[in-house]
Nanobody
Framework: HWTLEESGGGSVEAGTSLTLSCLAT????????SGWSRQVAGKEREDVAC???????TYADSVKGRVTISRDVAKHTLTLQMNDLRPEDTAMYYC???????????????WGRGTPVPVSS
């Protein structure tokens, strides 16, 4: 397991951009897959974007074309660049990781505390 801490959330207006960052500490060696999930109170969590240890990248259909996930392995950071934000993007965004080679093979088992992203119309 890792310790993950998100930053960069905050209130924004629709149509604008926002970059979320995640710093991983207390990392155990090995290949790992990491990503961003979001959740609105009372609704199921949605996996937004993922980057695998093999470099594979996946996006949810709801954000495809508007977000970019990237990872700096040396700095242990994960970034989510979000453009053209919409009110429906409003959620708590969580950074997550799991020891796996590819996205979607194992559920995340390390989570950050989340950072809120309210998008106003």
């Amino acid at each position: 397991h890792w310790t993950l801490e998100e930053s960069g959330g905050g209130s924004v207006e629709a149509g604008t951009s926002l970059t979320l960052s995640c710093l991983a500490t207390q990392i155990t060696p090995g290949d790992y897959t990491s990503g961003w999930s979001r959740q609105v109170a009372g609704k199921e969590r949605e996996d937004v974007a993922c980057v695998g240890a093999d470099g594979q990248v996946t996006y949810a259909d709801s954000v495809k074309g508007r977000v970019t996930i990237s990872r700096d392995v040396a700095k242990h950071t994960l970034t989510l660049q979000m453009n053209d934000l919409r009110p429906e993007d409003t959620a708590m965004y969580y950074c997550a990781a799991v020891r796996a080679r590819r996205c979607g093979t194992l559920p995340y088992n390390s989570w950050g505390r989340g950072t809120p992203v309210p998008v106003s119309s």
